[in-house]
T-cell receptor
Framework: DAKTTQPPSMDCAEGRAANLPCNHS???????VYWYRQIHSQGPQYIIH???NNETNEMASLIITEDRKSSTLILPHATLRDTAVYYC??????????FGTGTRLQVFP | GAVVSQHPSRVICKSGTSVKIECRSL??????MFWYRQFPKQSLMLMAT?????????EQGVEKDKFLINHASLTLSTLTVTSAHPEDSSFYIC?????????????FGPGTRLTVL
């Protein structure tokens, strides 16, 4: 699996957009970018995934650069409940999900 | 949709006993389920891949005789921690792969916190 690099922590004011970056410079052509988050003492929650086009759902938007070497997860209006560890994972279609250390996002009032 | 449940959510047991954890996909069939373990302040570590009707595939360093996995149906996988010891205390999380559509997505259960006294 391609390795990803994420900042260990970020802060965001409530109501503002949270932009979480992820570098995956060794991503292969058939590998997807997945985002999950884990709120304290809960199982990870699926957020969104994409291959090369930008994606949007009710939770977030995923922006993937044209060369696919990096991506950004955008939470358009962060709330206190969005405080969690966010994991960016790159994997092929039927590969295992291997978690890195993620980004700890703290949303403050 | 895509809900995964685990039971129990929390268990405390004495050293030497065995503990069984159930993982169910409630609204989809999962030919593949995964078991993870998470220690405090650490990331999730994949333990094994569970395929319906066949033997589980364990990650390197995970003892298959200690962590017994059974995937008897398309909606149920169980993890049994045999002869549990205090060092087995951890947060155990399962996930189920929903293979519908063009890509597969894994959905996670809420986790089971095991404390071995």
């Amino acid at each position: 699996d391609a390795k990803t690099t994420q900042p260990p922590s970020m802060d965001c004011a409530e109501g503002r957009a949270a932009n979480l970056p992820c570098n995956h410079s060794t991503i292969s052509g058939n590998e997807y970018v997945y985002w999950y988050r884990q709120i304290h003492s809960q199982g990870p929650q699926y957020i969104i995934h994409g291959l090369k086009n930008n994606e949007t759902n009710e939770m977030a938007s995923l922006i993937i650069t044209e060369d696919r070497k990096s991506s950004t997860l955008i939470l358009p209006h962060a709330t206190l409940r969005d405080t969690a560890v966010y994991y960016c994972i790159v994997k092929g279609n039927t590969d295992k999900l291997i978690f890195g250390t993620g980004t700890r996002l703290q949303v403050f009032p | 949709g895509a809900v995964v449940s685990q039971h129990p959510s929390r268990v405390i047991c004495k050293s030497g006993t065995s503990v069984k954890i159930e993982c169910r996909s409630l609204d989809f069939q999962a030919t593949t389920m995964f078991w993870y373990r998470q220690f405090p302040k650490q990331s999730l570590m994949l333990m094994a891949t569970s395929n319906e009707g066949s033997k589980a595939t364990y990650e390197q360093g995970v003892e298959k005789d200690k962590f017994l996995i059974n995937h008897a149906s398309l909606t149920l996988s169980t993890l049994t921690v045999t002869s549990a010891h205090p060092e087995d205390s951890s947060f155990y999380i399962c996930s189920a792969r929903d293979g519908q559509g063009s890509t597969d997505t894994q959905y996670f259960g809420p986790g089971t916190r095991l404390t071995v006294l």
